[in-house]
């Protein structure tokens, strides 16, 4: 029974360690080589799960193996007869859903922390033994997983089938005290699992959760699961979320969560919900319908593709939108999340130096270690790639006479690219929405996905009867939204740059063009006055603006230990604020069009 086992063991939760024991029923005669993923999918970052490894040994029966380091995450067991036992601890202190955790309060894991590969039996069945840990420390403590289970106890630990090793990677574990709601889709079974403290209102996320899910089957026309796990830890201060085949951890605020008597949505949970939306579509889209370079390459070293504007931008697209479609938050409330993320776009000068298939492509070393000049050098596939499927989306409606959608696109790319297995070739997509559509379109994808210039937001917007203006920032806190009647703001005087609030002003960006970086001011600065008044993290905007008139100011400031003097020269702040209305003037043609768009 499986030639490969992995016995888990919460060993010691002061120390923050699994202890596990890998048996290989078959090693290789002549040497078997066992290794950690450098990176797990979803998260397009070099992490190295291999460091932490705290010790390891081998045996064969009662003998000890030599084991060989290899390099950074692979090792070597000897030349041996007969089963190959592999123990060793693995510390786990990263409250992400990308790695580990464990305390005397949960235990958390993937299996990309946890599982050594043996190499040459990647697709053999595994199987997994979870073993109750020590009840002194972990009373009421379950399992909650994704894996097929063998087991027949109600707590879940006990043994556990992975098809593979892609398959045995692919299912979080917590294990804790937490709280769960269960919900069906398709009469396929679907839970969310909350770890943290929190008073959630549980039948509200089952009702909301069973709504959005409902409509994402409903787009693809297939819901390809067996069981559905949504893994939440709630926080403090926190948010992220990781997609796999059947389940997907997230990480939220725990004042995101909707309570009891909650009415119209909150901001927060709107959030949550845009989340779980988020990874809840990619169970489809990535874990299915996959980048041809990711079914074909492993996962020790980076594997870049042009096309997360289609996996990601895409999915940031359909996540918000199916909350309107769902019902869960009205199309006002939906025009107020699109302005936001429009702002977002605009307000970053990277947009115009990067396409969405180069920041695809670089998310390893630009997209996922942004440092200080990331917004004048970058643009991110996620926020742009979701407009340039709302402008391909509406563009498709017009130009078919609404005969076509993105929807109809998604639903191609589940069958004859998810449902089939097949990967997605570089550059597929455009000529599968051309096939589709009937339309000549390599001047948008050319534009849009592989060139710089400005997409067609605000003329796409009309074909729906949506309206756009620009206007300028009321605060450093907006990003615009949705407006019943465009809000008048004056314009102001602006130095360009962004602050972080450490007790001092900080300047934690700088933006290209503004007066900031004319004068000379660079990231890490401490403000301390402007035009000899004091500046703190909440008056500079109020400092620059006191005194009308186009005037030179002084501003002091520390670089690093140095007082340092700058003449800045403060310019018009710009227009770079989304705000969107549904227009008093549409007809008929753009009613039903929106009708069909949101769903209304
Ligand atoms: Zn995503």
Redesign the pocket.
Known sequence: MGDICYRVELADPGAHTFRVRLTVNSPAPSGQNLNLPAWIP?SYMIRDFAKNIVSIEAFSGSESVALKKLDKQTWRAGIIEGPLTVIYRVYAWDLSVRSAHFDTTHAYFNGTSLFLQVAGQEHACCKVELLEPNEAWSKGWKVATSFEYKGRRIDGFGEYLAKNYADLIDHPVEIGNWESVKFSVNEIPHKMVIYGRHKADYARLGSDLEKICSTHAELFGELPLQRYLFLVMAVGDGYG?L?HCSSTSLLCNRDDLPRIGEGSPSDGYTRFLGLCS??YF?LWN?KRIRPEYFKERGLEAEVNTELLWV??GF??YYDDLTLVRSGCIGPESYLELLAQVITRVQRGAGRQKQSVAESSFDTWTKFYKQDENASNAIVSY?TKGALVALALDLLLRERTSDRCSLDQIMRALWTGFGKTEMGVPERSVEVLVQEISGLELHDFFRNAVYGTDELPIKETLQLVGVDMQWRVAKNAKDLGGHAKDWSEVKSRKDLGLRLINQGEAKVSHVFDGGAAQKAGIAAGDILLALDGLRVTPDNLDALLNRVPGDLDMELVLFRRDELMRFVVHPQSAPKDTCELRFSDTADNQQLARRGSWLRL
Request: hydrophobic fraction near 15%; charged fraction near 25%; glycine fraction near 16%.
């Open positions: 979803g979320g997609e988020h990874e990619h990535v996996f990601e999915t940031s996620y």
